[in-house]
């Protein structure tokens, strides 16, 4: 079983850019949550997503957005980048809202 | 906002000895995870604890949960140098649908 893939592994942007990250998750997951990890610290949430609807987001600005597209691979959308953005952006999946979460390994990304 | 906050927040100790782990949270949970992190890499579900569960064990780890304590402890016994990594609790919040909620981890060395 494939497990959860996310592009690009790395990215570098400018200040002011626009970022696009993508996940795809494991086969017959359909819900998919992002999550932000700075440097050294813990796990922000960011979003979720089931069946192809928003079903909840985090404490994060309106230039973080995401959609999920109908095989439920997602994307992730940062507008307007800023130097506090540079972090590891982790995808992960789920089968069921209970079950425990399948993580990809990250895009790592840096705005200078 | 972190629901979860670990105990201690690094942690080093020697090959063969046992490492334990707590976790505090804040609002009543359906259940609480825990996970391991690689260097720079996603995250590995190790365990879950319903809230009805006092303690579970998987091979080498042994999780009890205190809910009238709102607390958590990861035990990893007969510890090995490929156990260094960082260790997270997650708790999914009881109610309305909700996403899992990352505390802040604790990093493990085990020394060779």
């Known amino acids: 079983e494939a497990g959860v893939t996310q592009s690009p592994t790395h990215l570098i942007k400018t200040r002011g850019q626009q970022a696009t990250l993508r996940c795809s998750p494991i086969?017959?997951?359909?819900?998919v949550y992002w999550y932000q990890q700075a440097l050294g610290l813990g796990l922000q949430f960011l979003l979720w997503?089931?069946?192809?609807?928003?079903?909840n987001r985090g404490n994060f600005p309106p230039r973080f957005s995401g959609r999920q597209f109908p095989n439920y691979s997602s994307e992730l959308n940062v507008n307007a980048l800023e130097l506090e953005d540079s972090a590891l952006y982790l995808c992960?999946?789920?089968?069921?809202?209970?079950?425990?979460?399948?993580f990809g390994n990250g895009t790592r990304l840096t705005v200078t | 906002s972190q629901q979860g906050e670990e105990d201690p927040q690094a942690l080093s100790i020697q090959e063969g000895e046992n490492a334990t782990m707590n976790c505090s949270y804040k609002?009543?949970?359906?259940?609480l995870q825990w996970y391991r992190q690689n260097s720079g890499r996603g995250l590995v579900h190790l365990i879950l604890?319903?809230?009805?569960?006092r303690e579970k064990h998987s091979g080498r780890l042994r999780v009890t949960l205190d809910t009238s304590k709102k607390s958590s402890s990861l035990l990893i016994t007969a510890s090995r140098a490929a156990d260094t990594a960082s260790y997270f609790c997650?708790?999914?919040?009881?109610?309305?649908?909700?996403?899992?909620?990352f505390g802040s981890g604790t990093q493990l060395t085990v020394l060779p």
């Open positions: 992960a999946s789920s089968p069921l809202q209970d079950s425990p979460l399948h």
């Open positions: 609002t009543s949970i359906n259940n």
């Open positions: 997503y089931d069946e192809g609807e928003e079903r």
């Open positions: 997650a708790t999914r919040p009881s109610g309305s649908a909700r996403q899992l909620t």
């Open positions: 604890i319903r809230s009805n569960e």
């Open positions: 086969s017959g997951h359909t819900s």
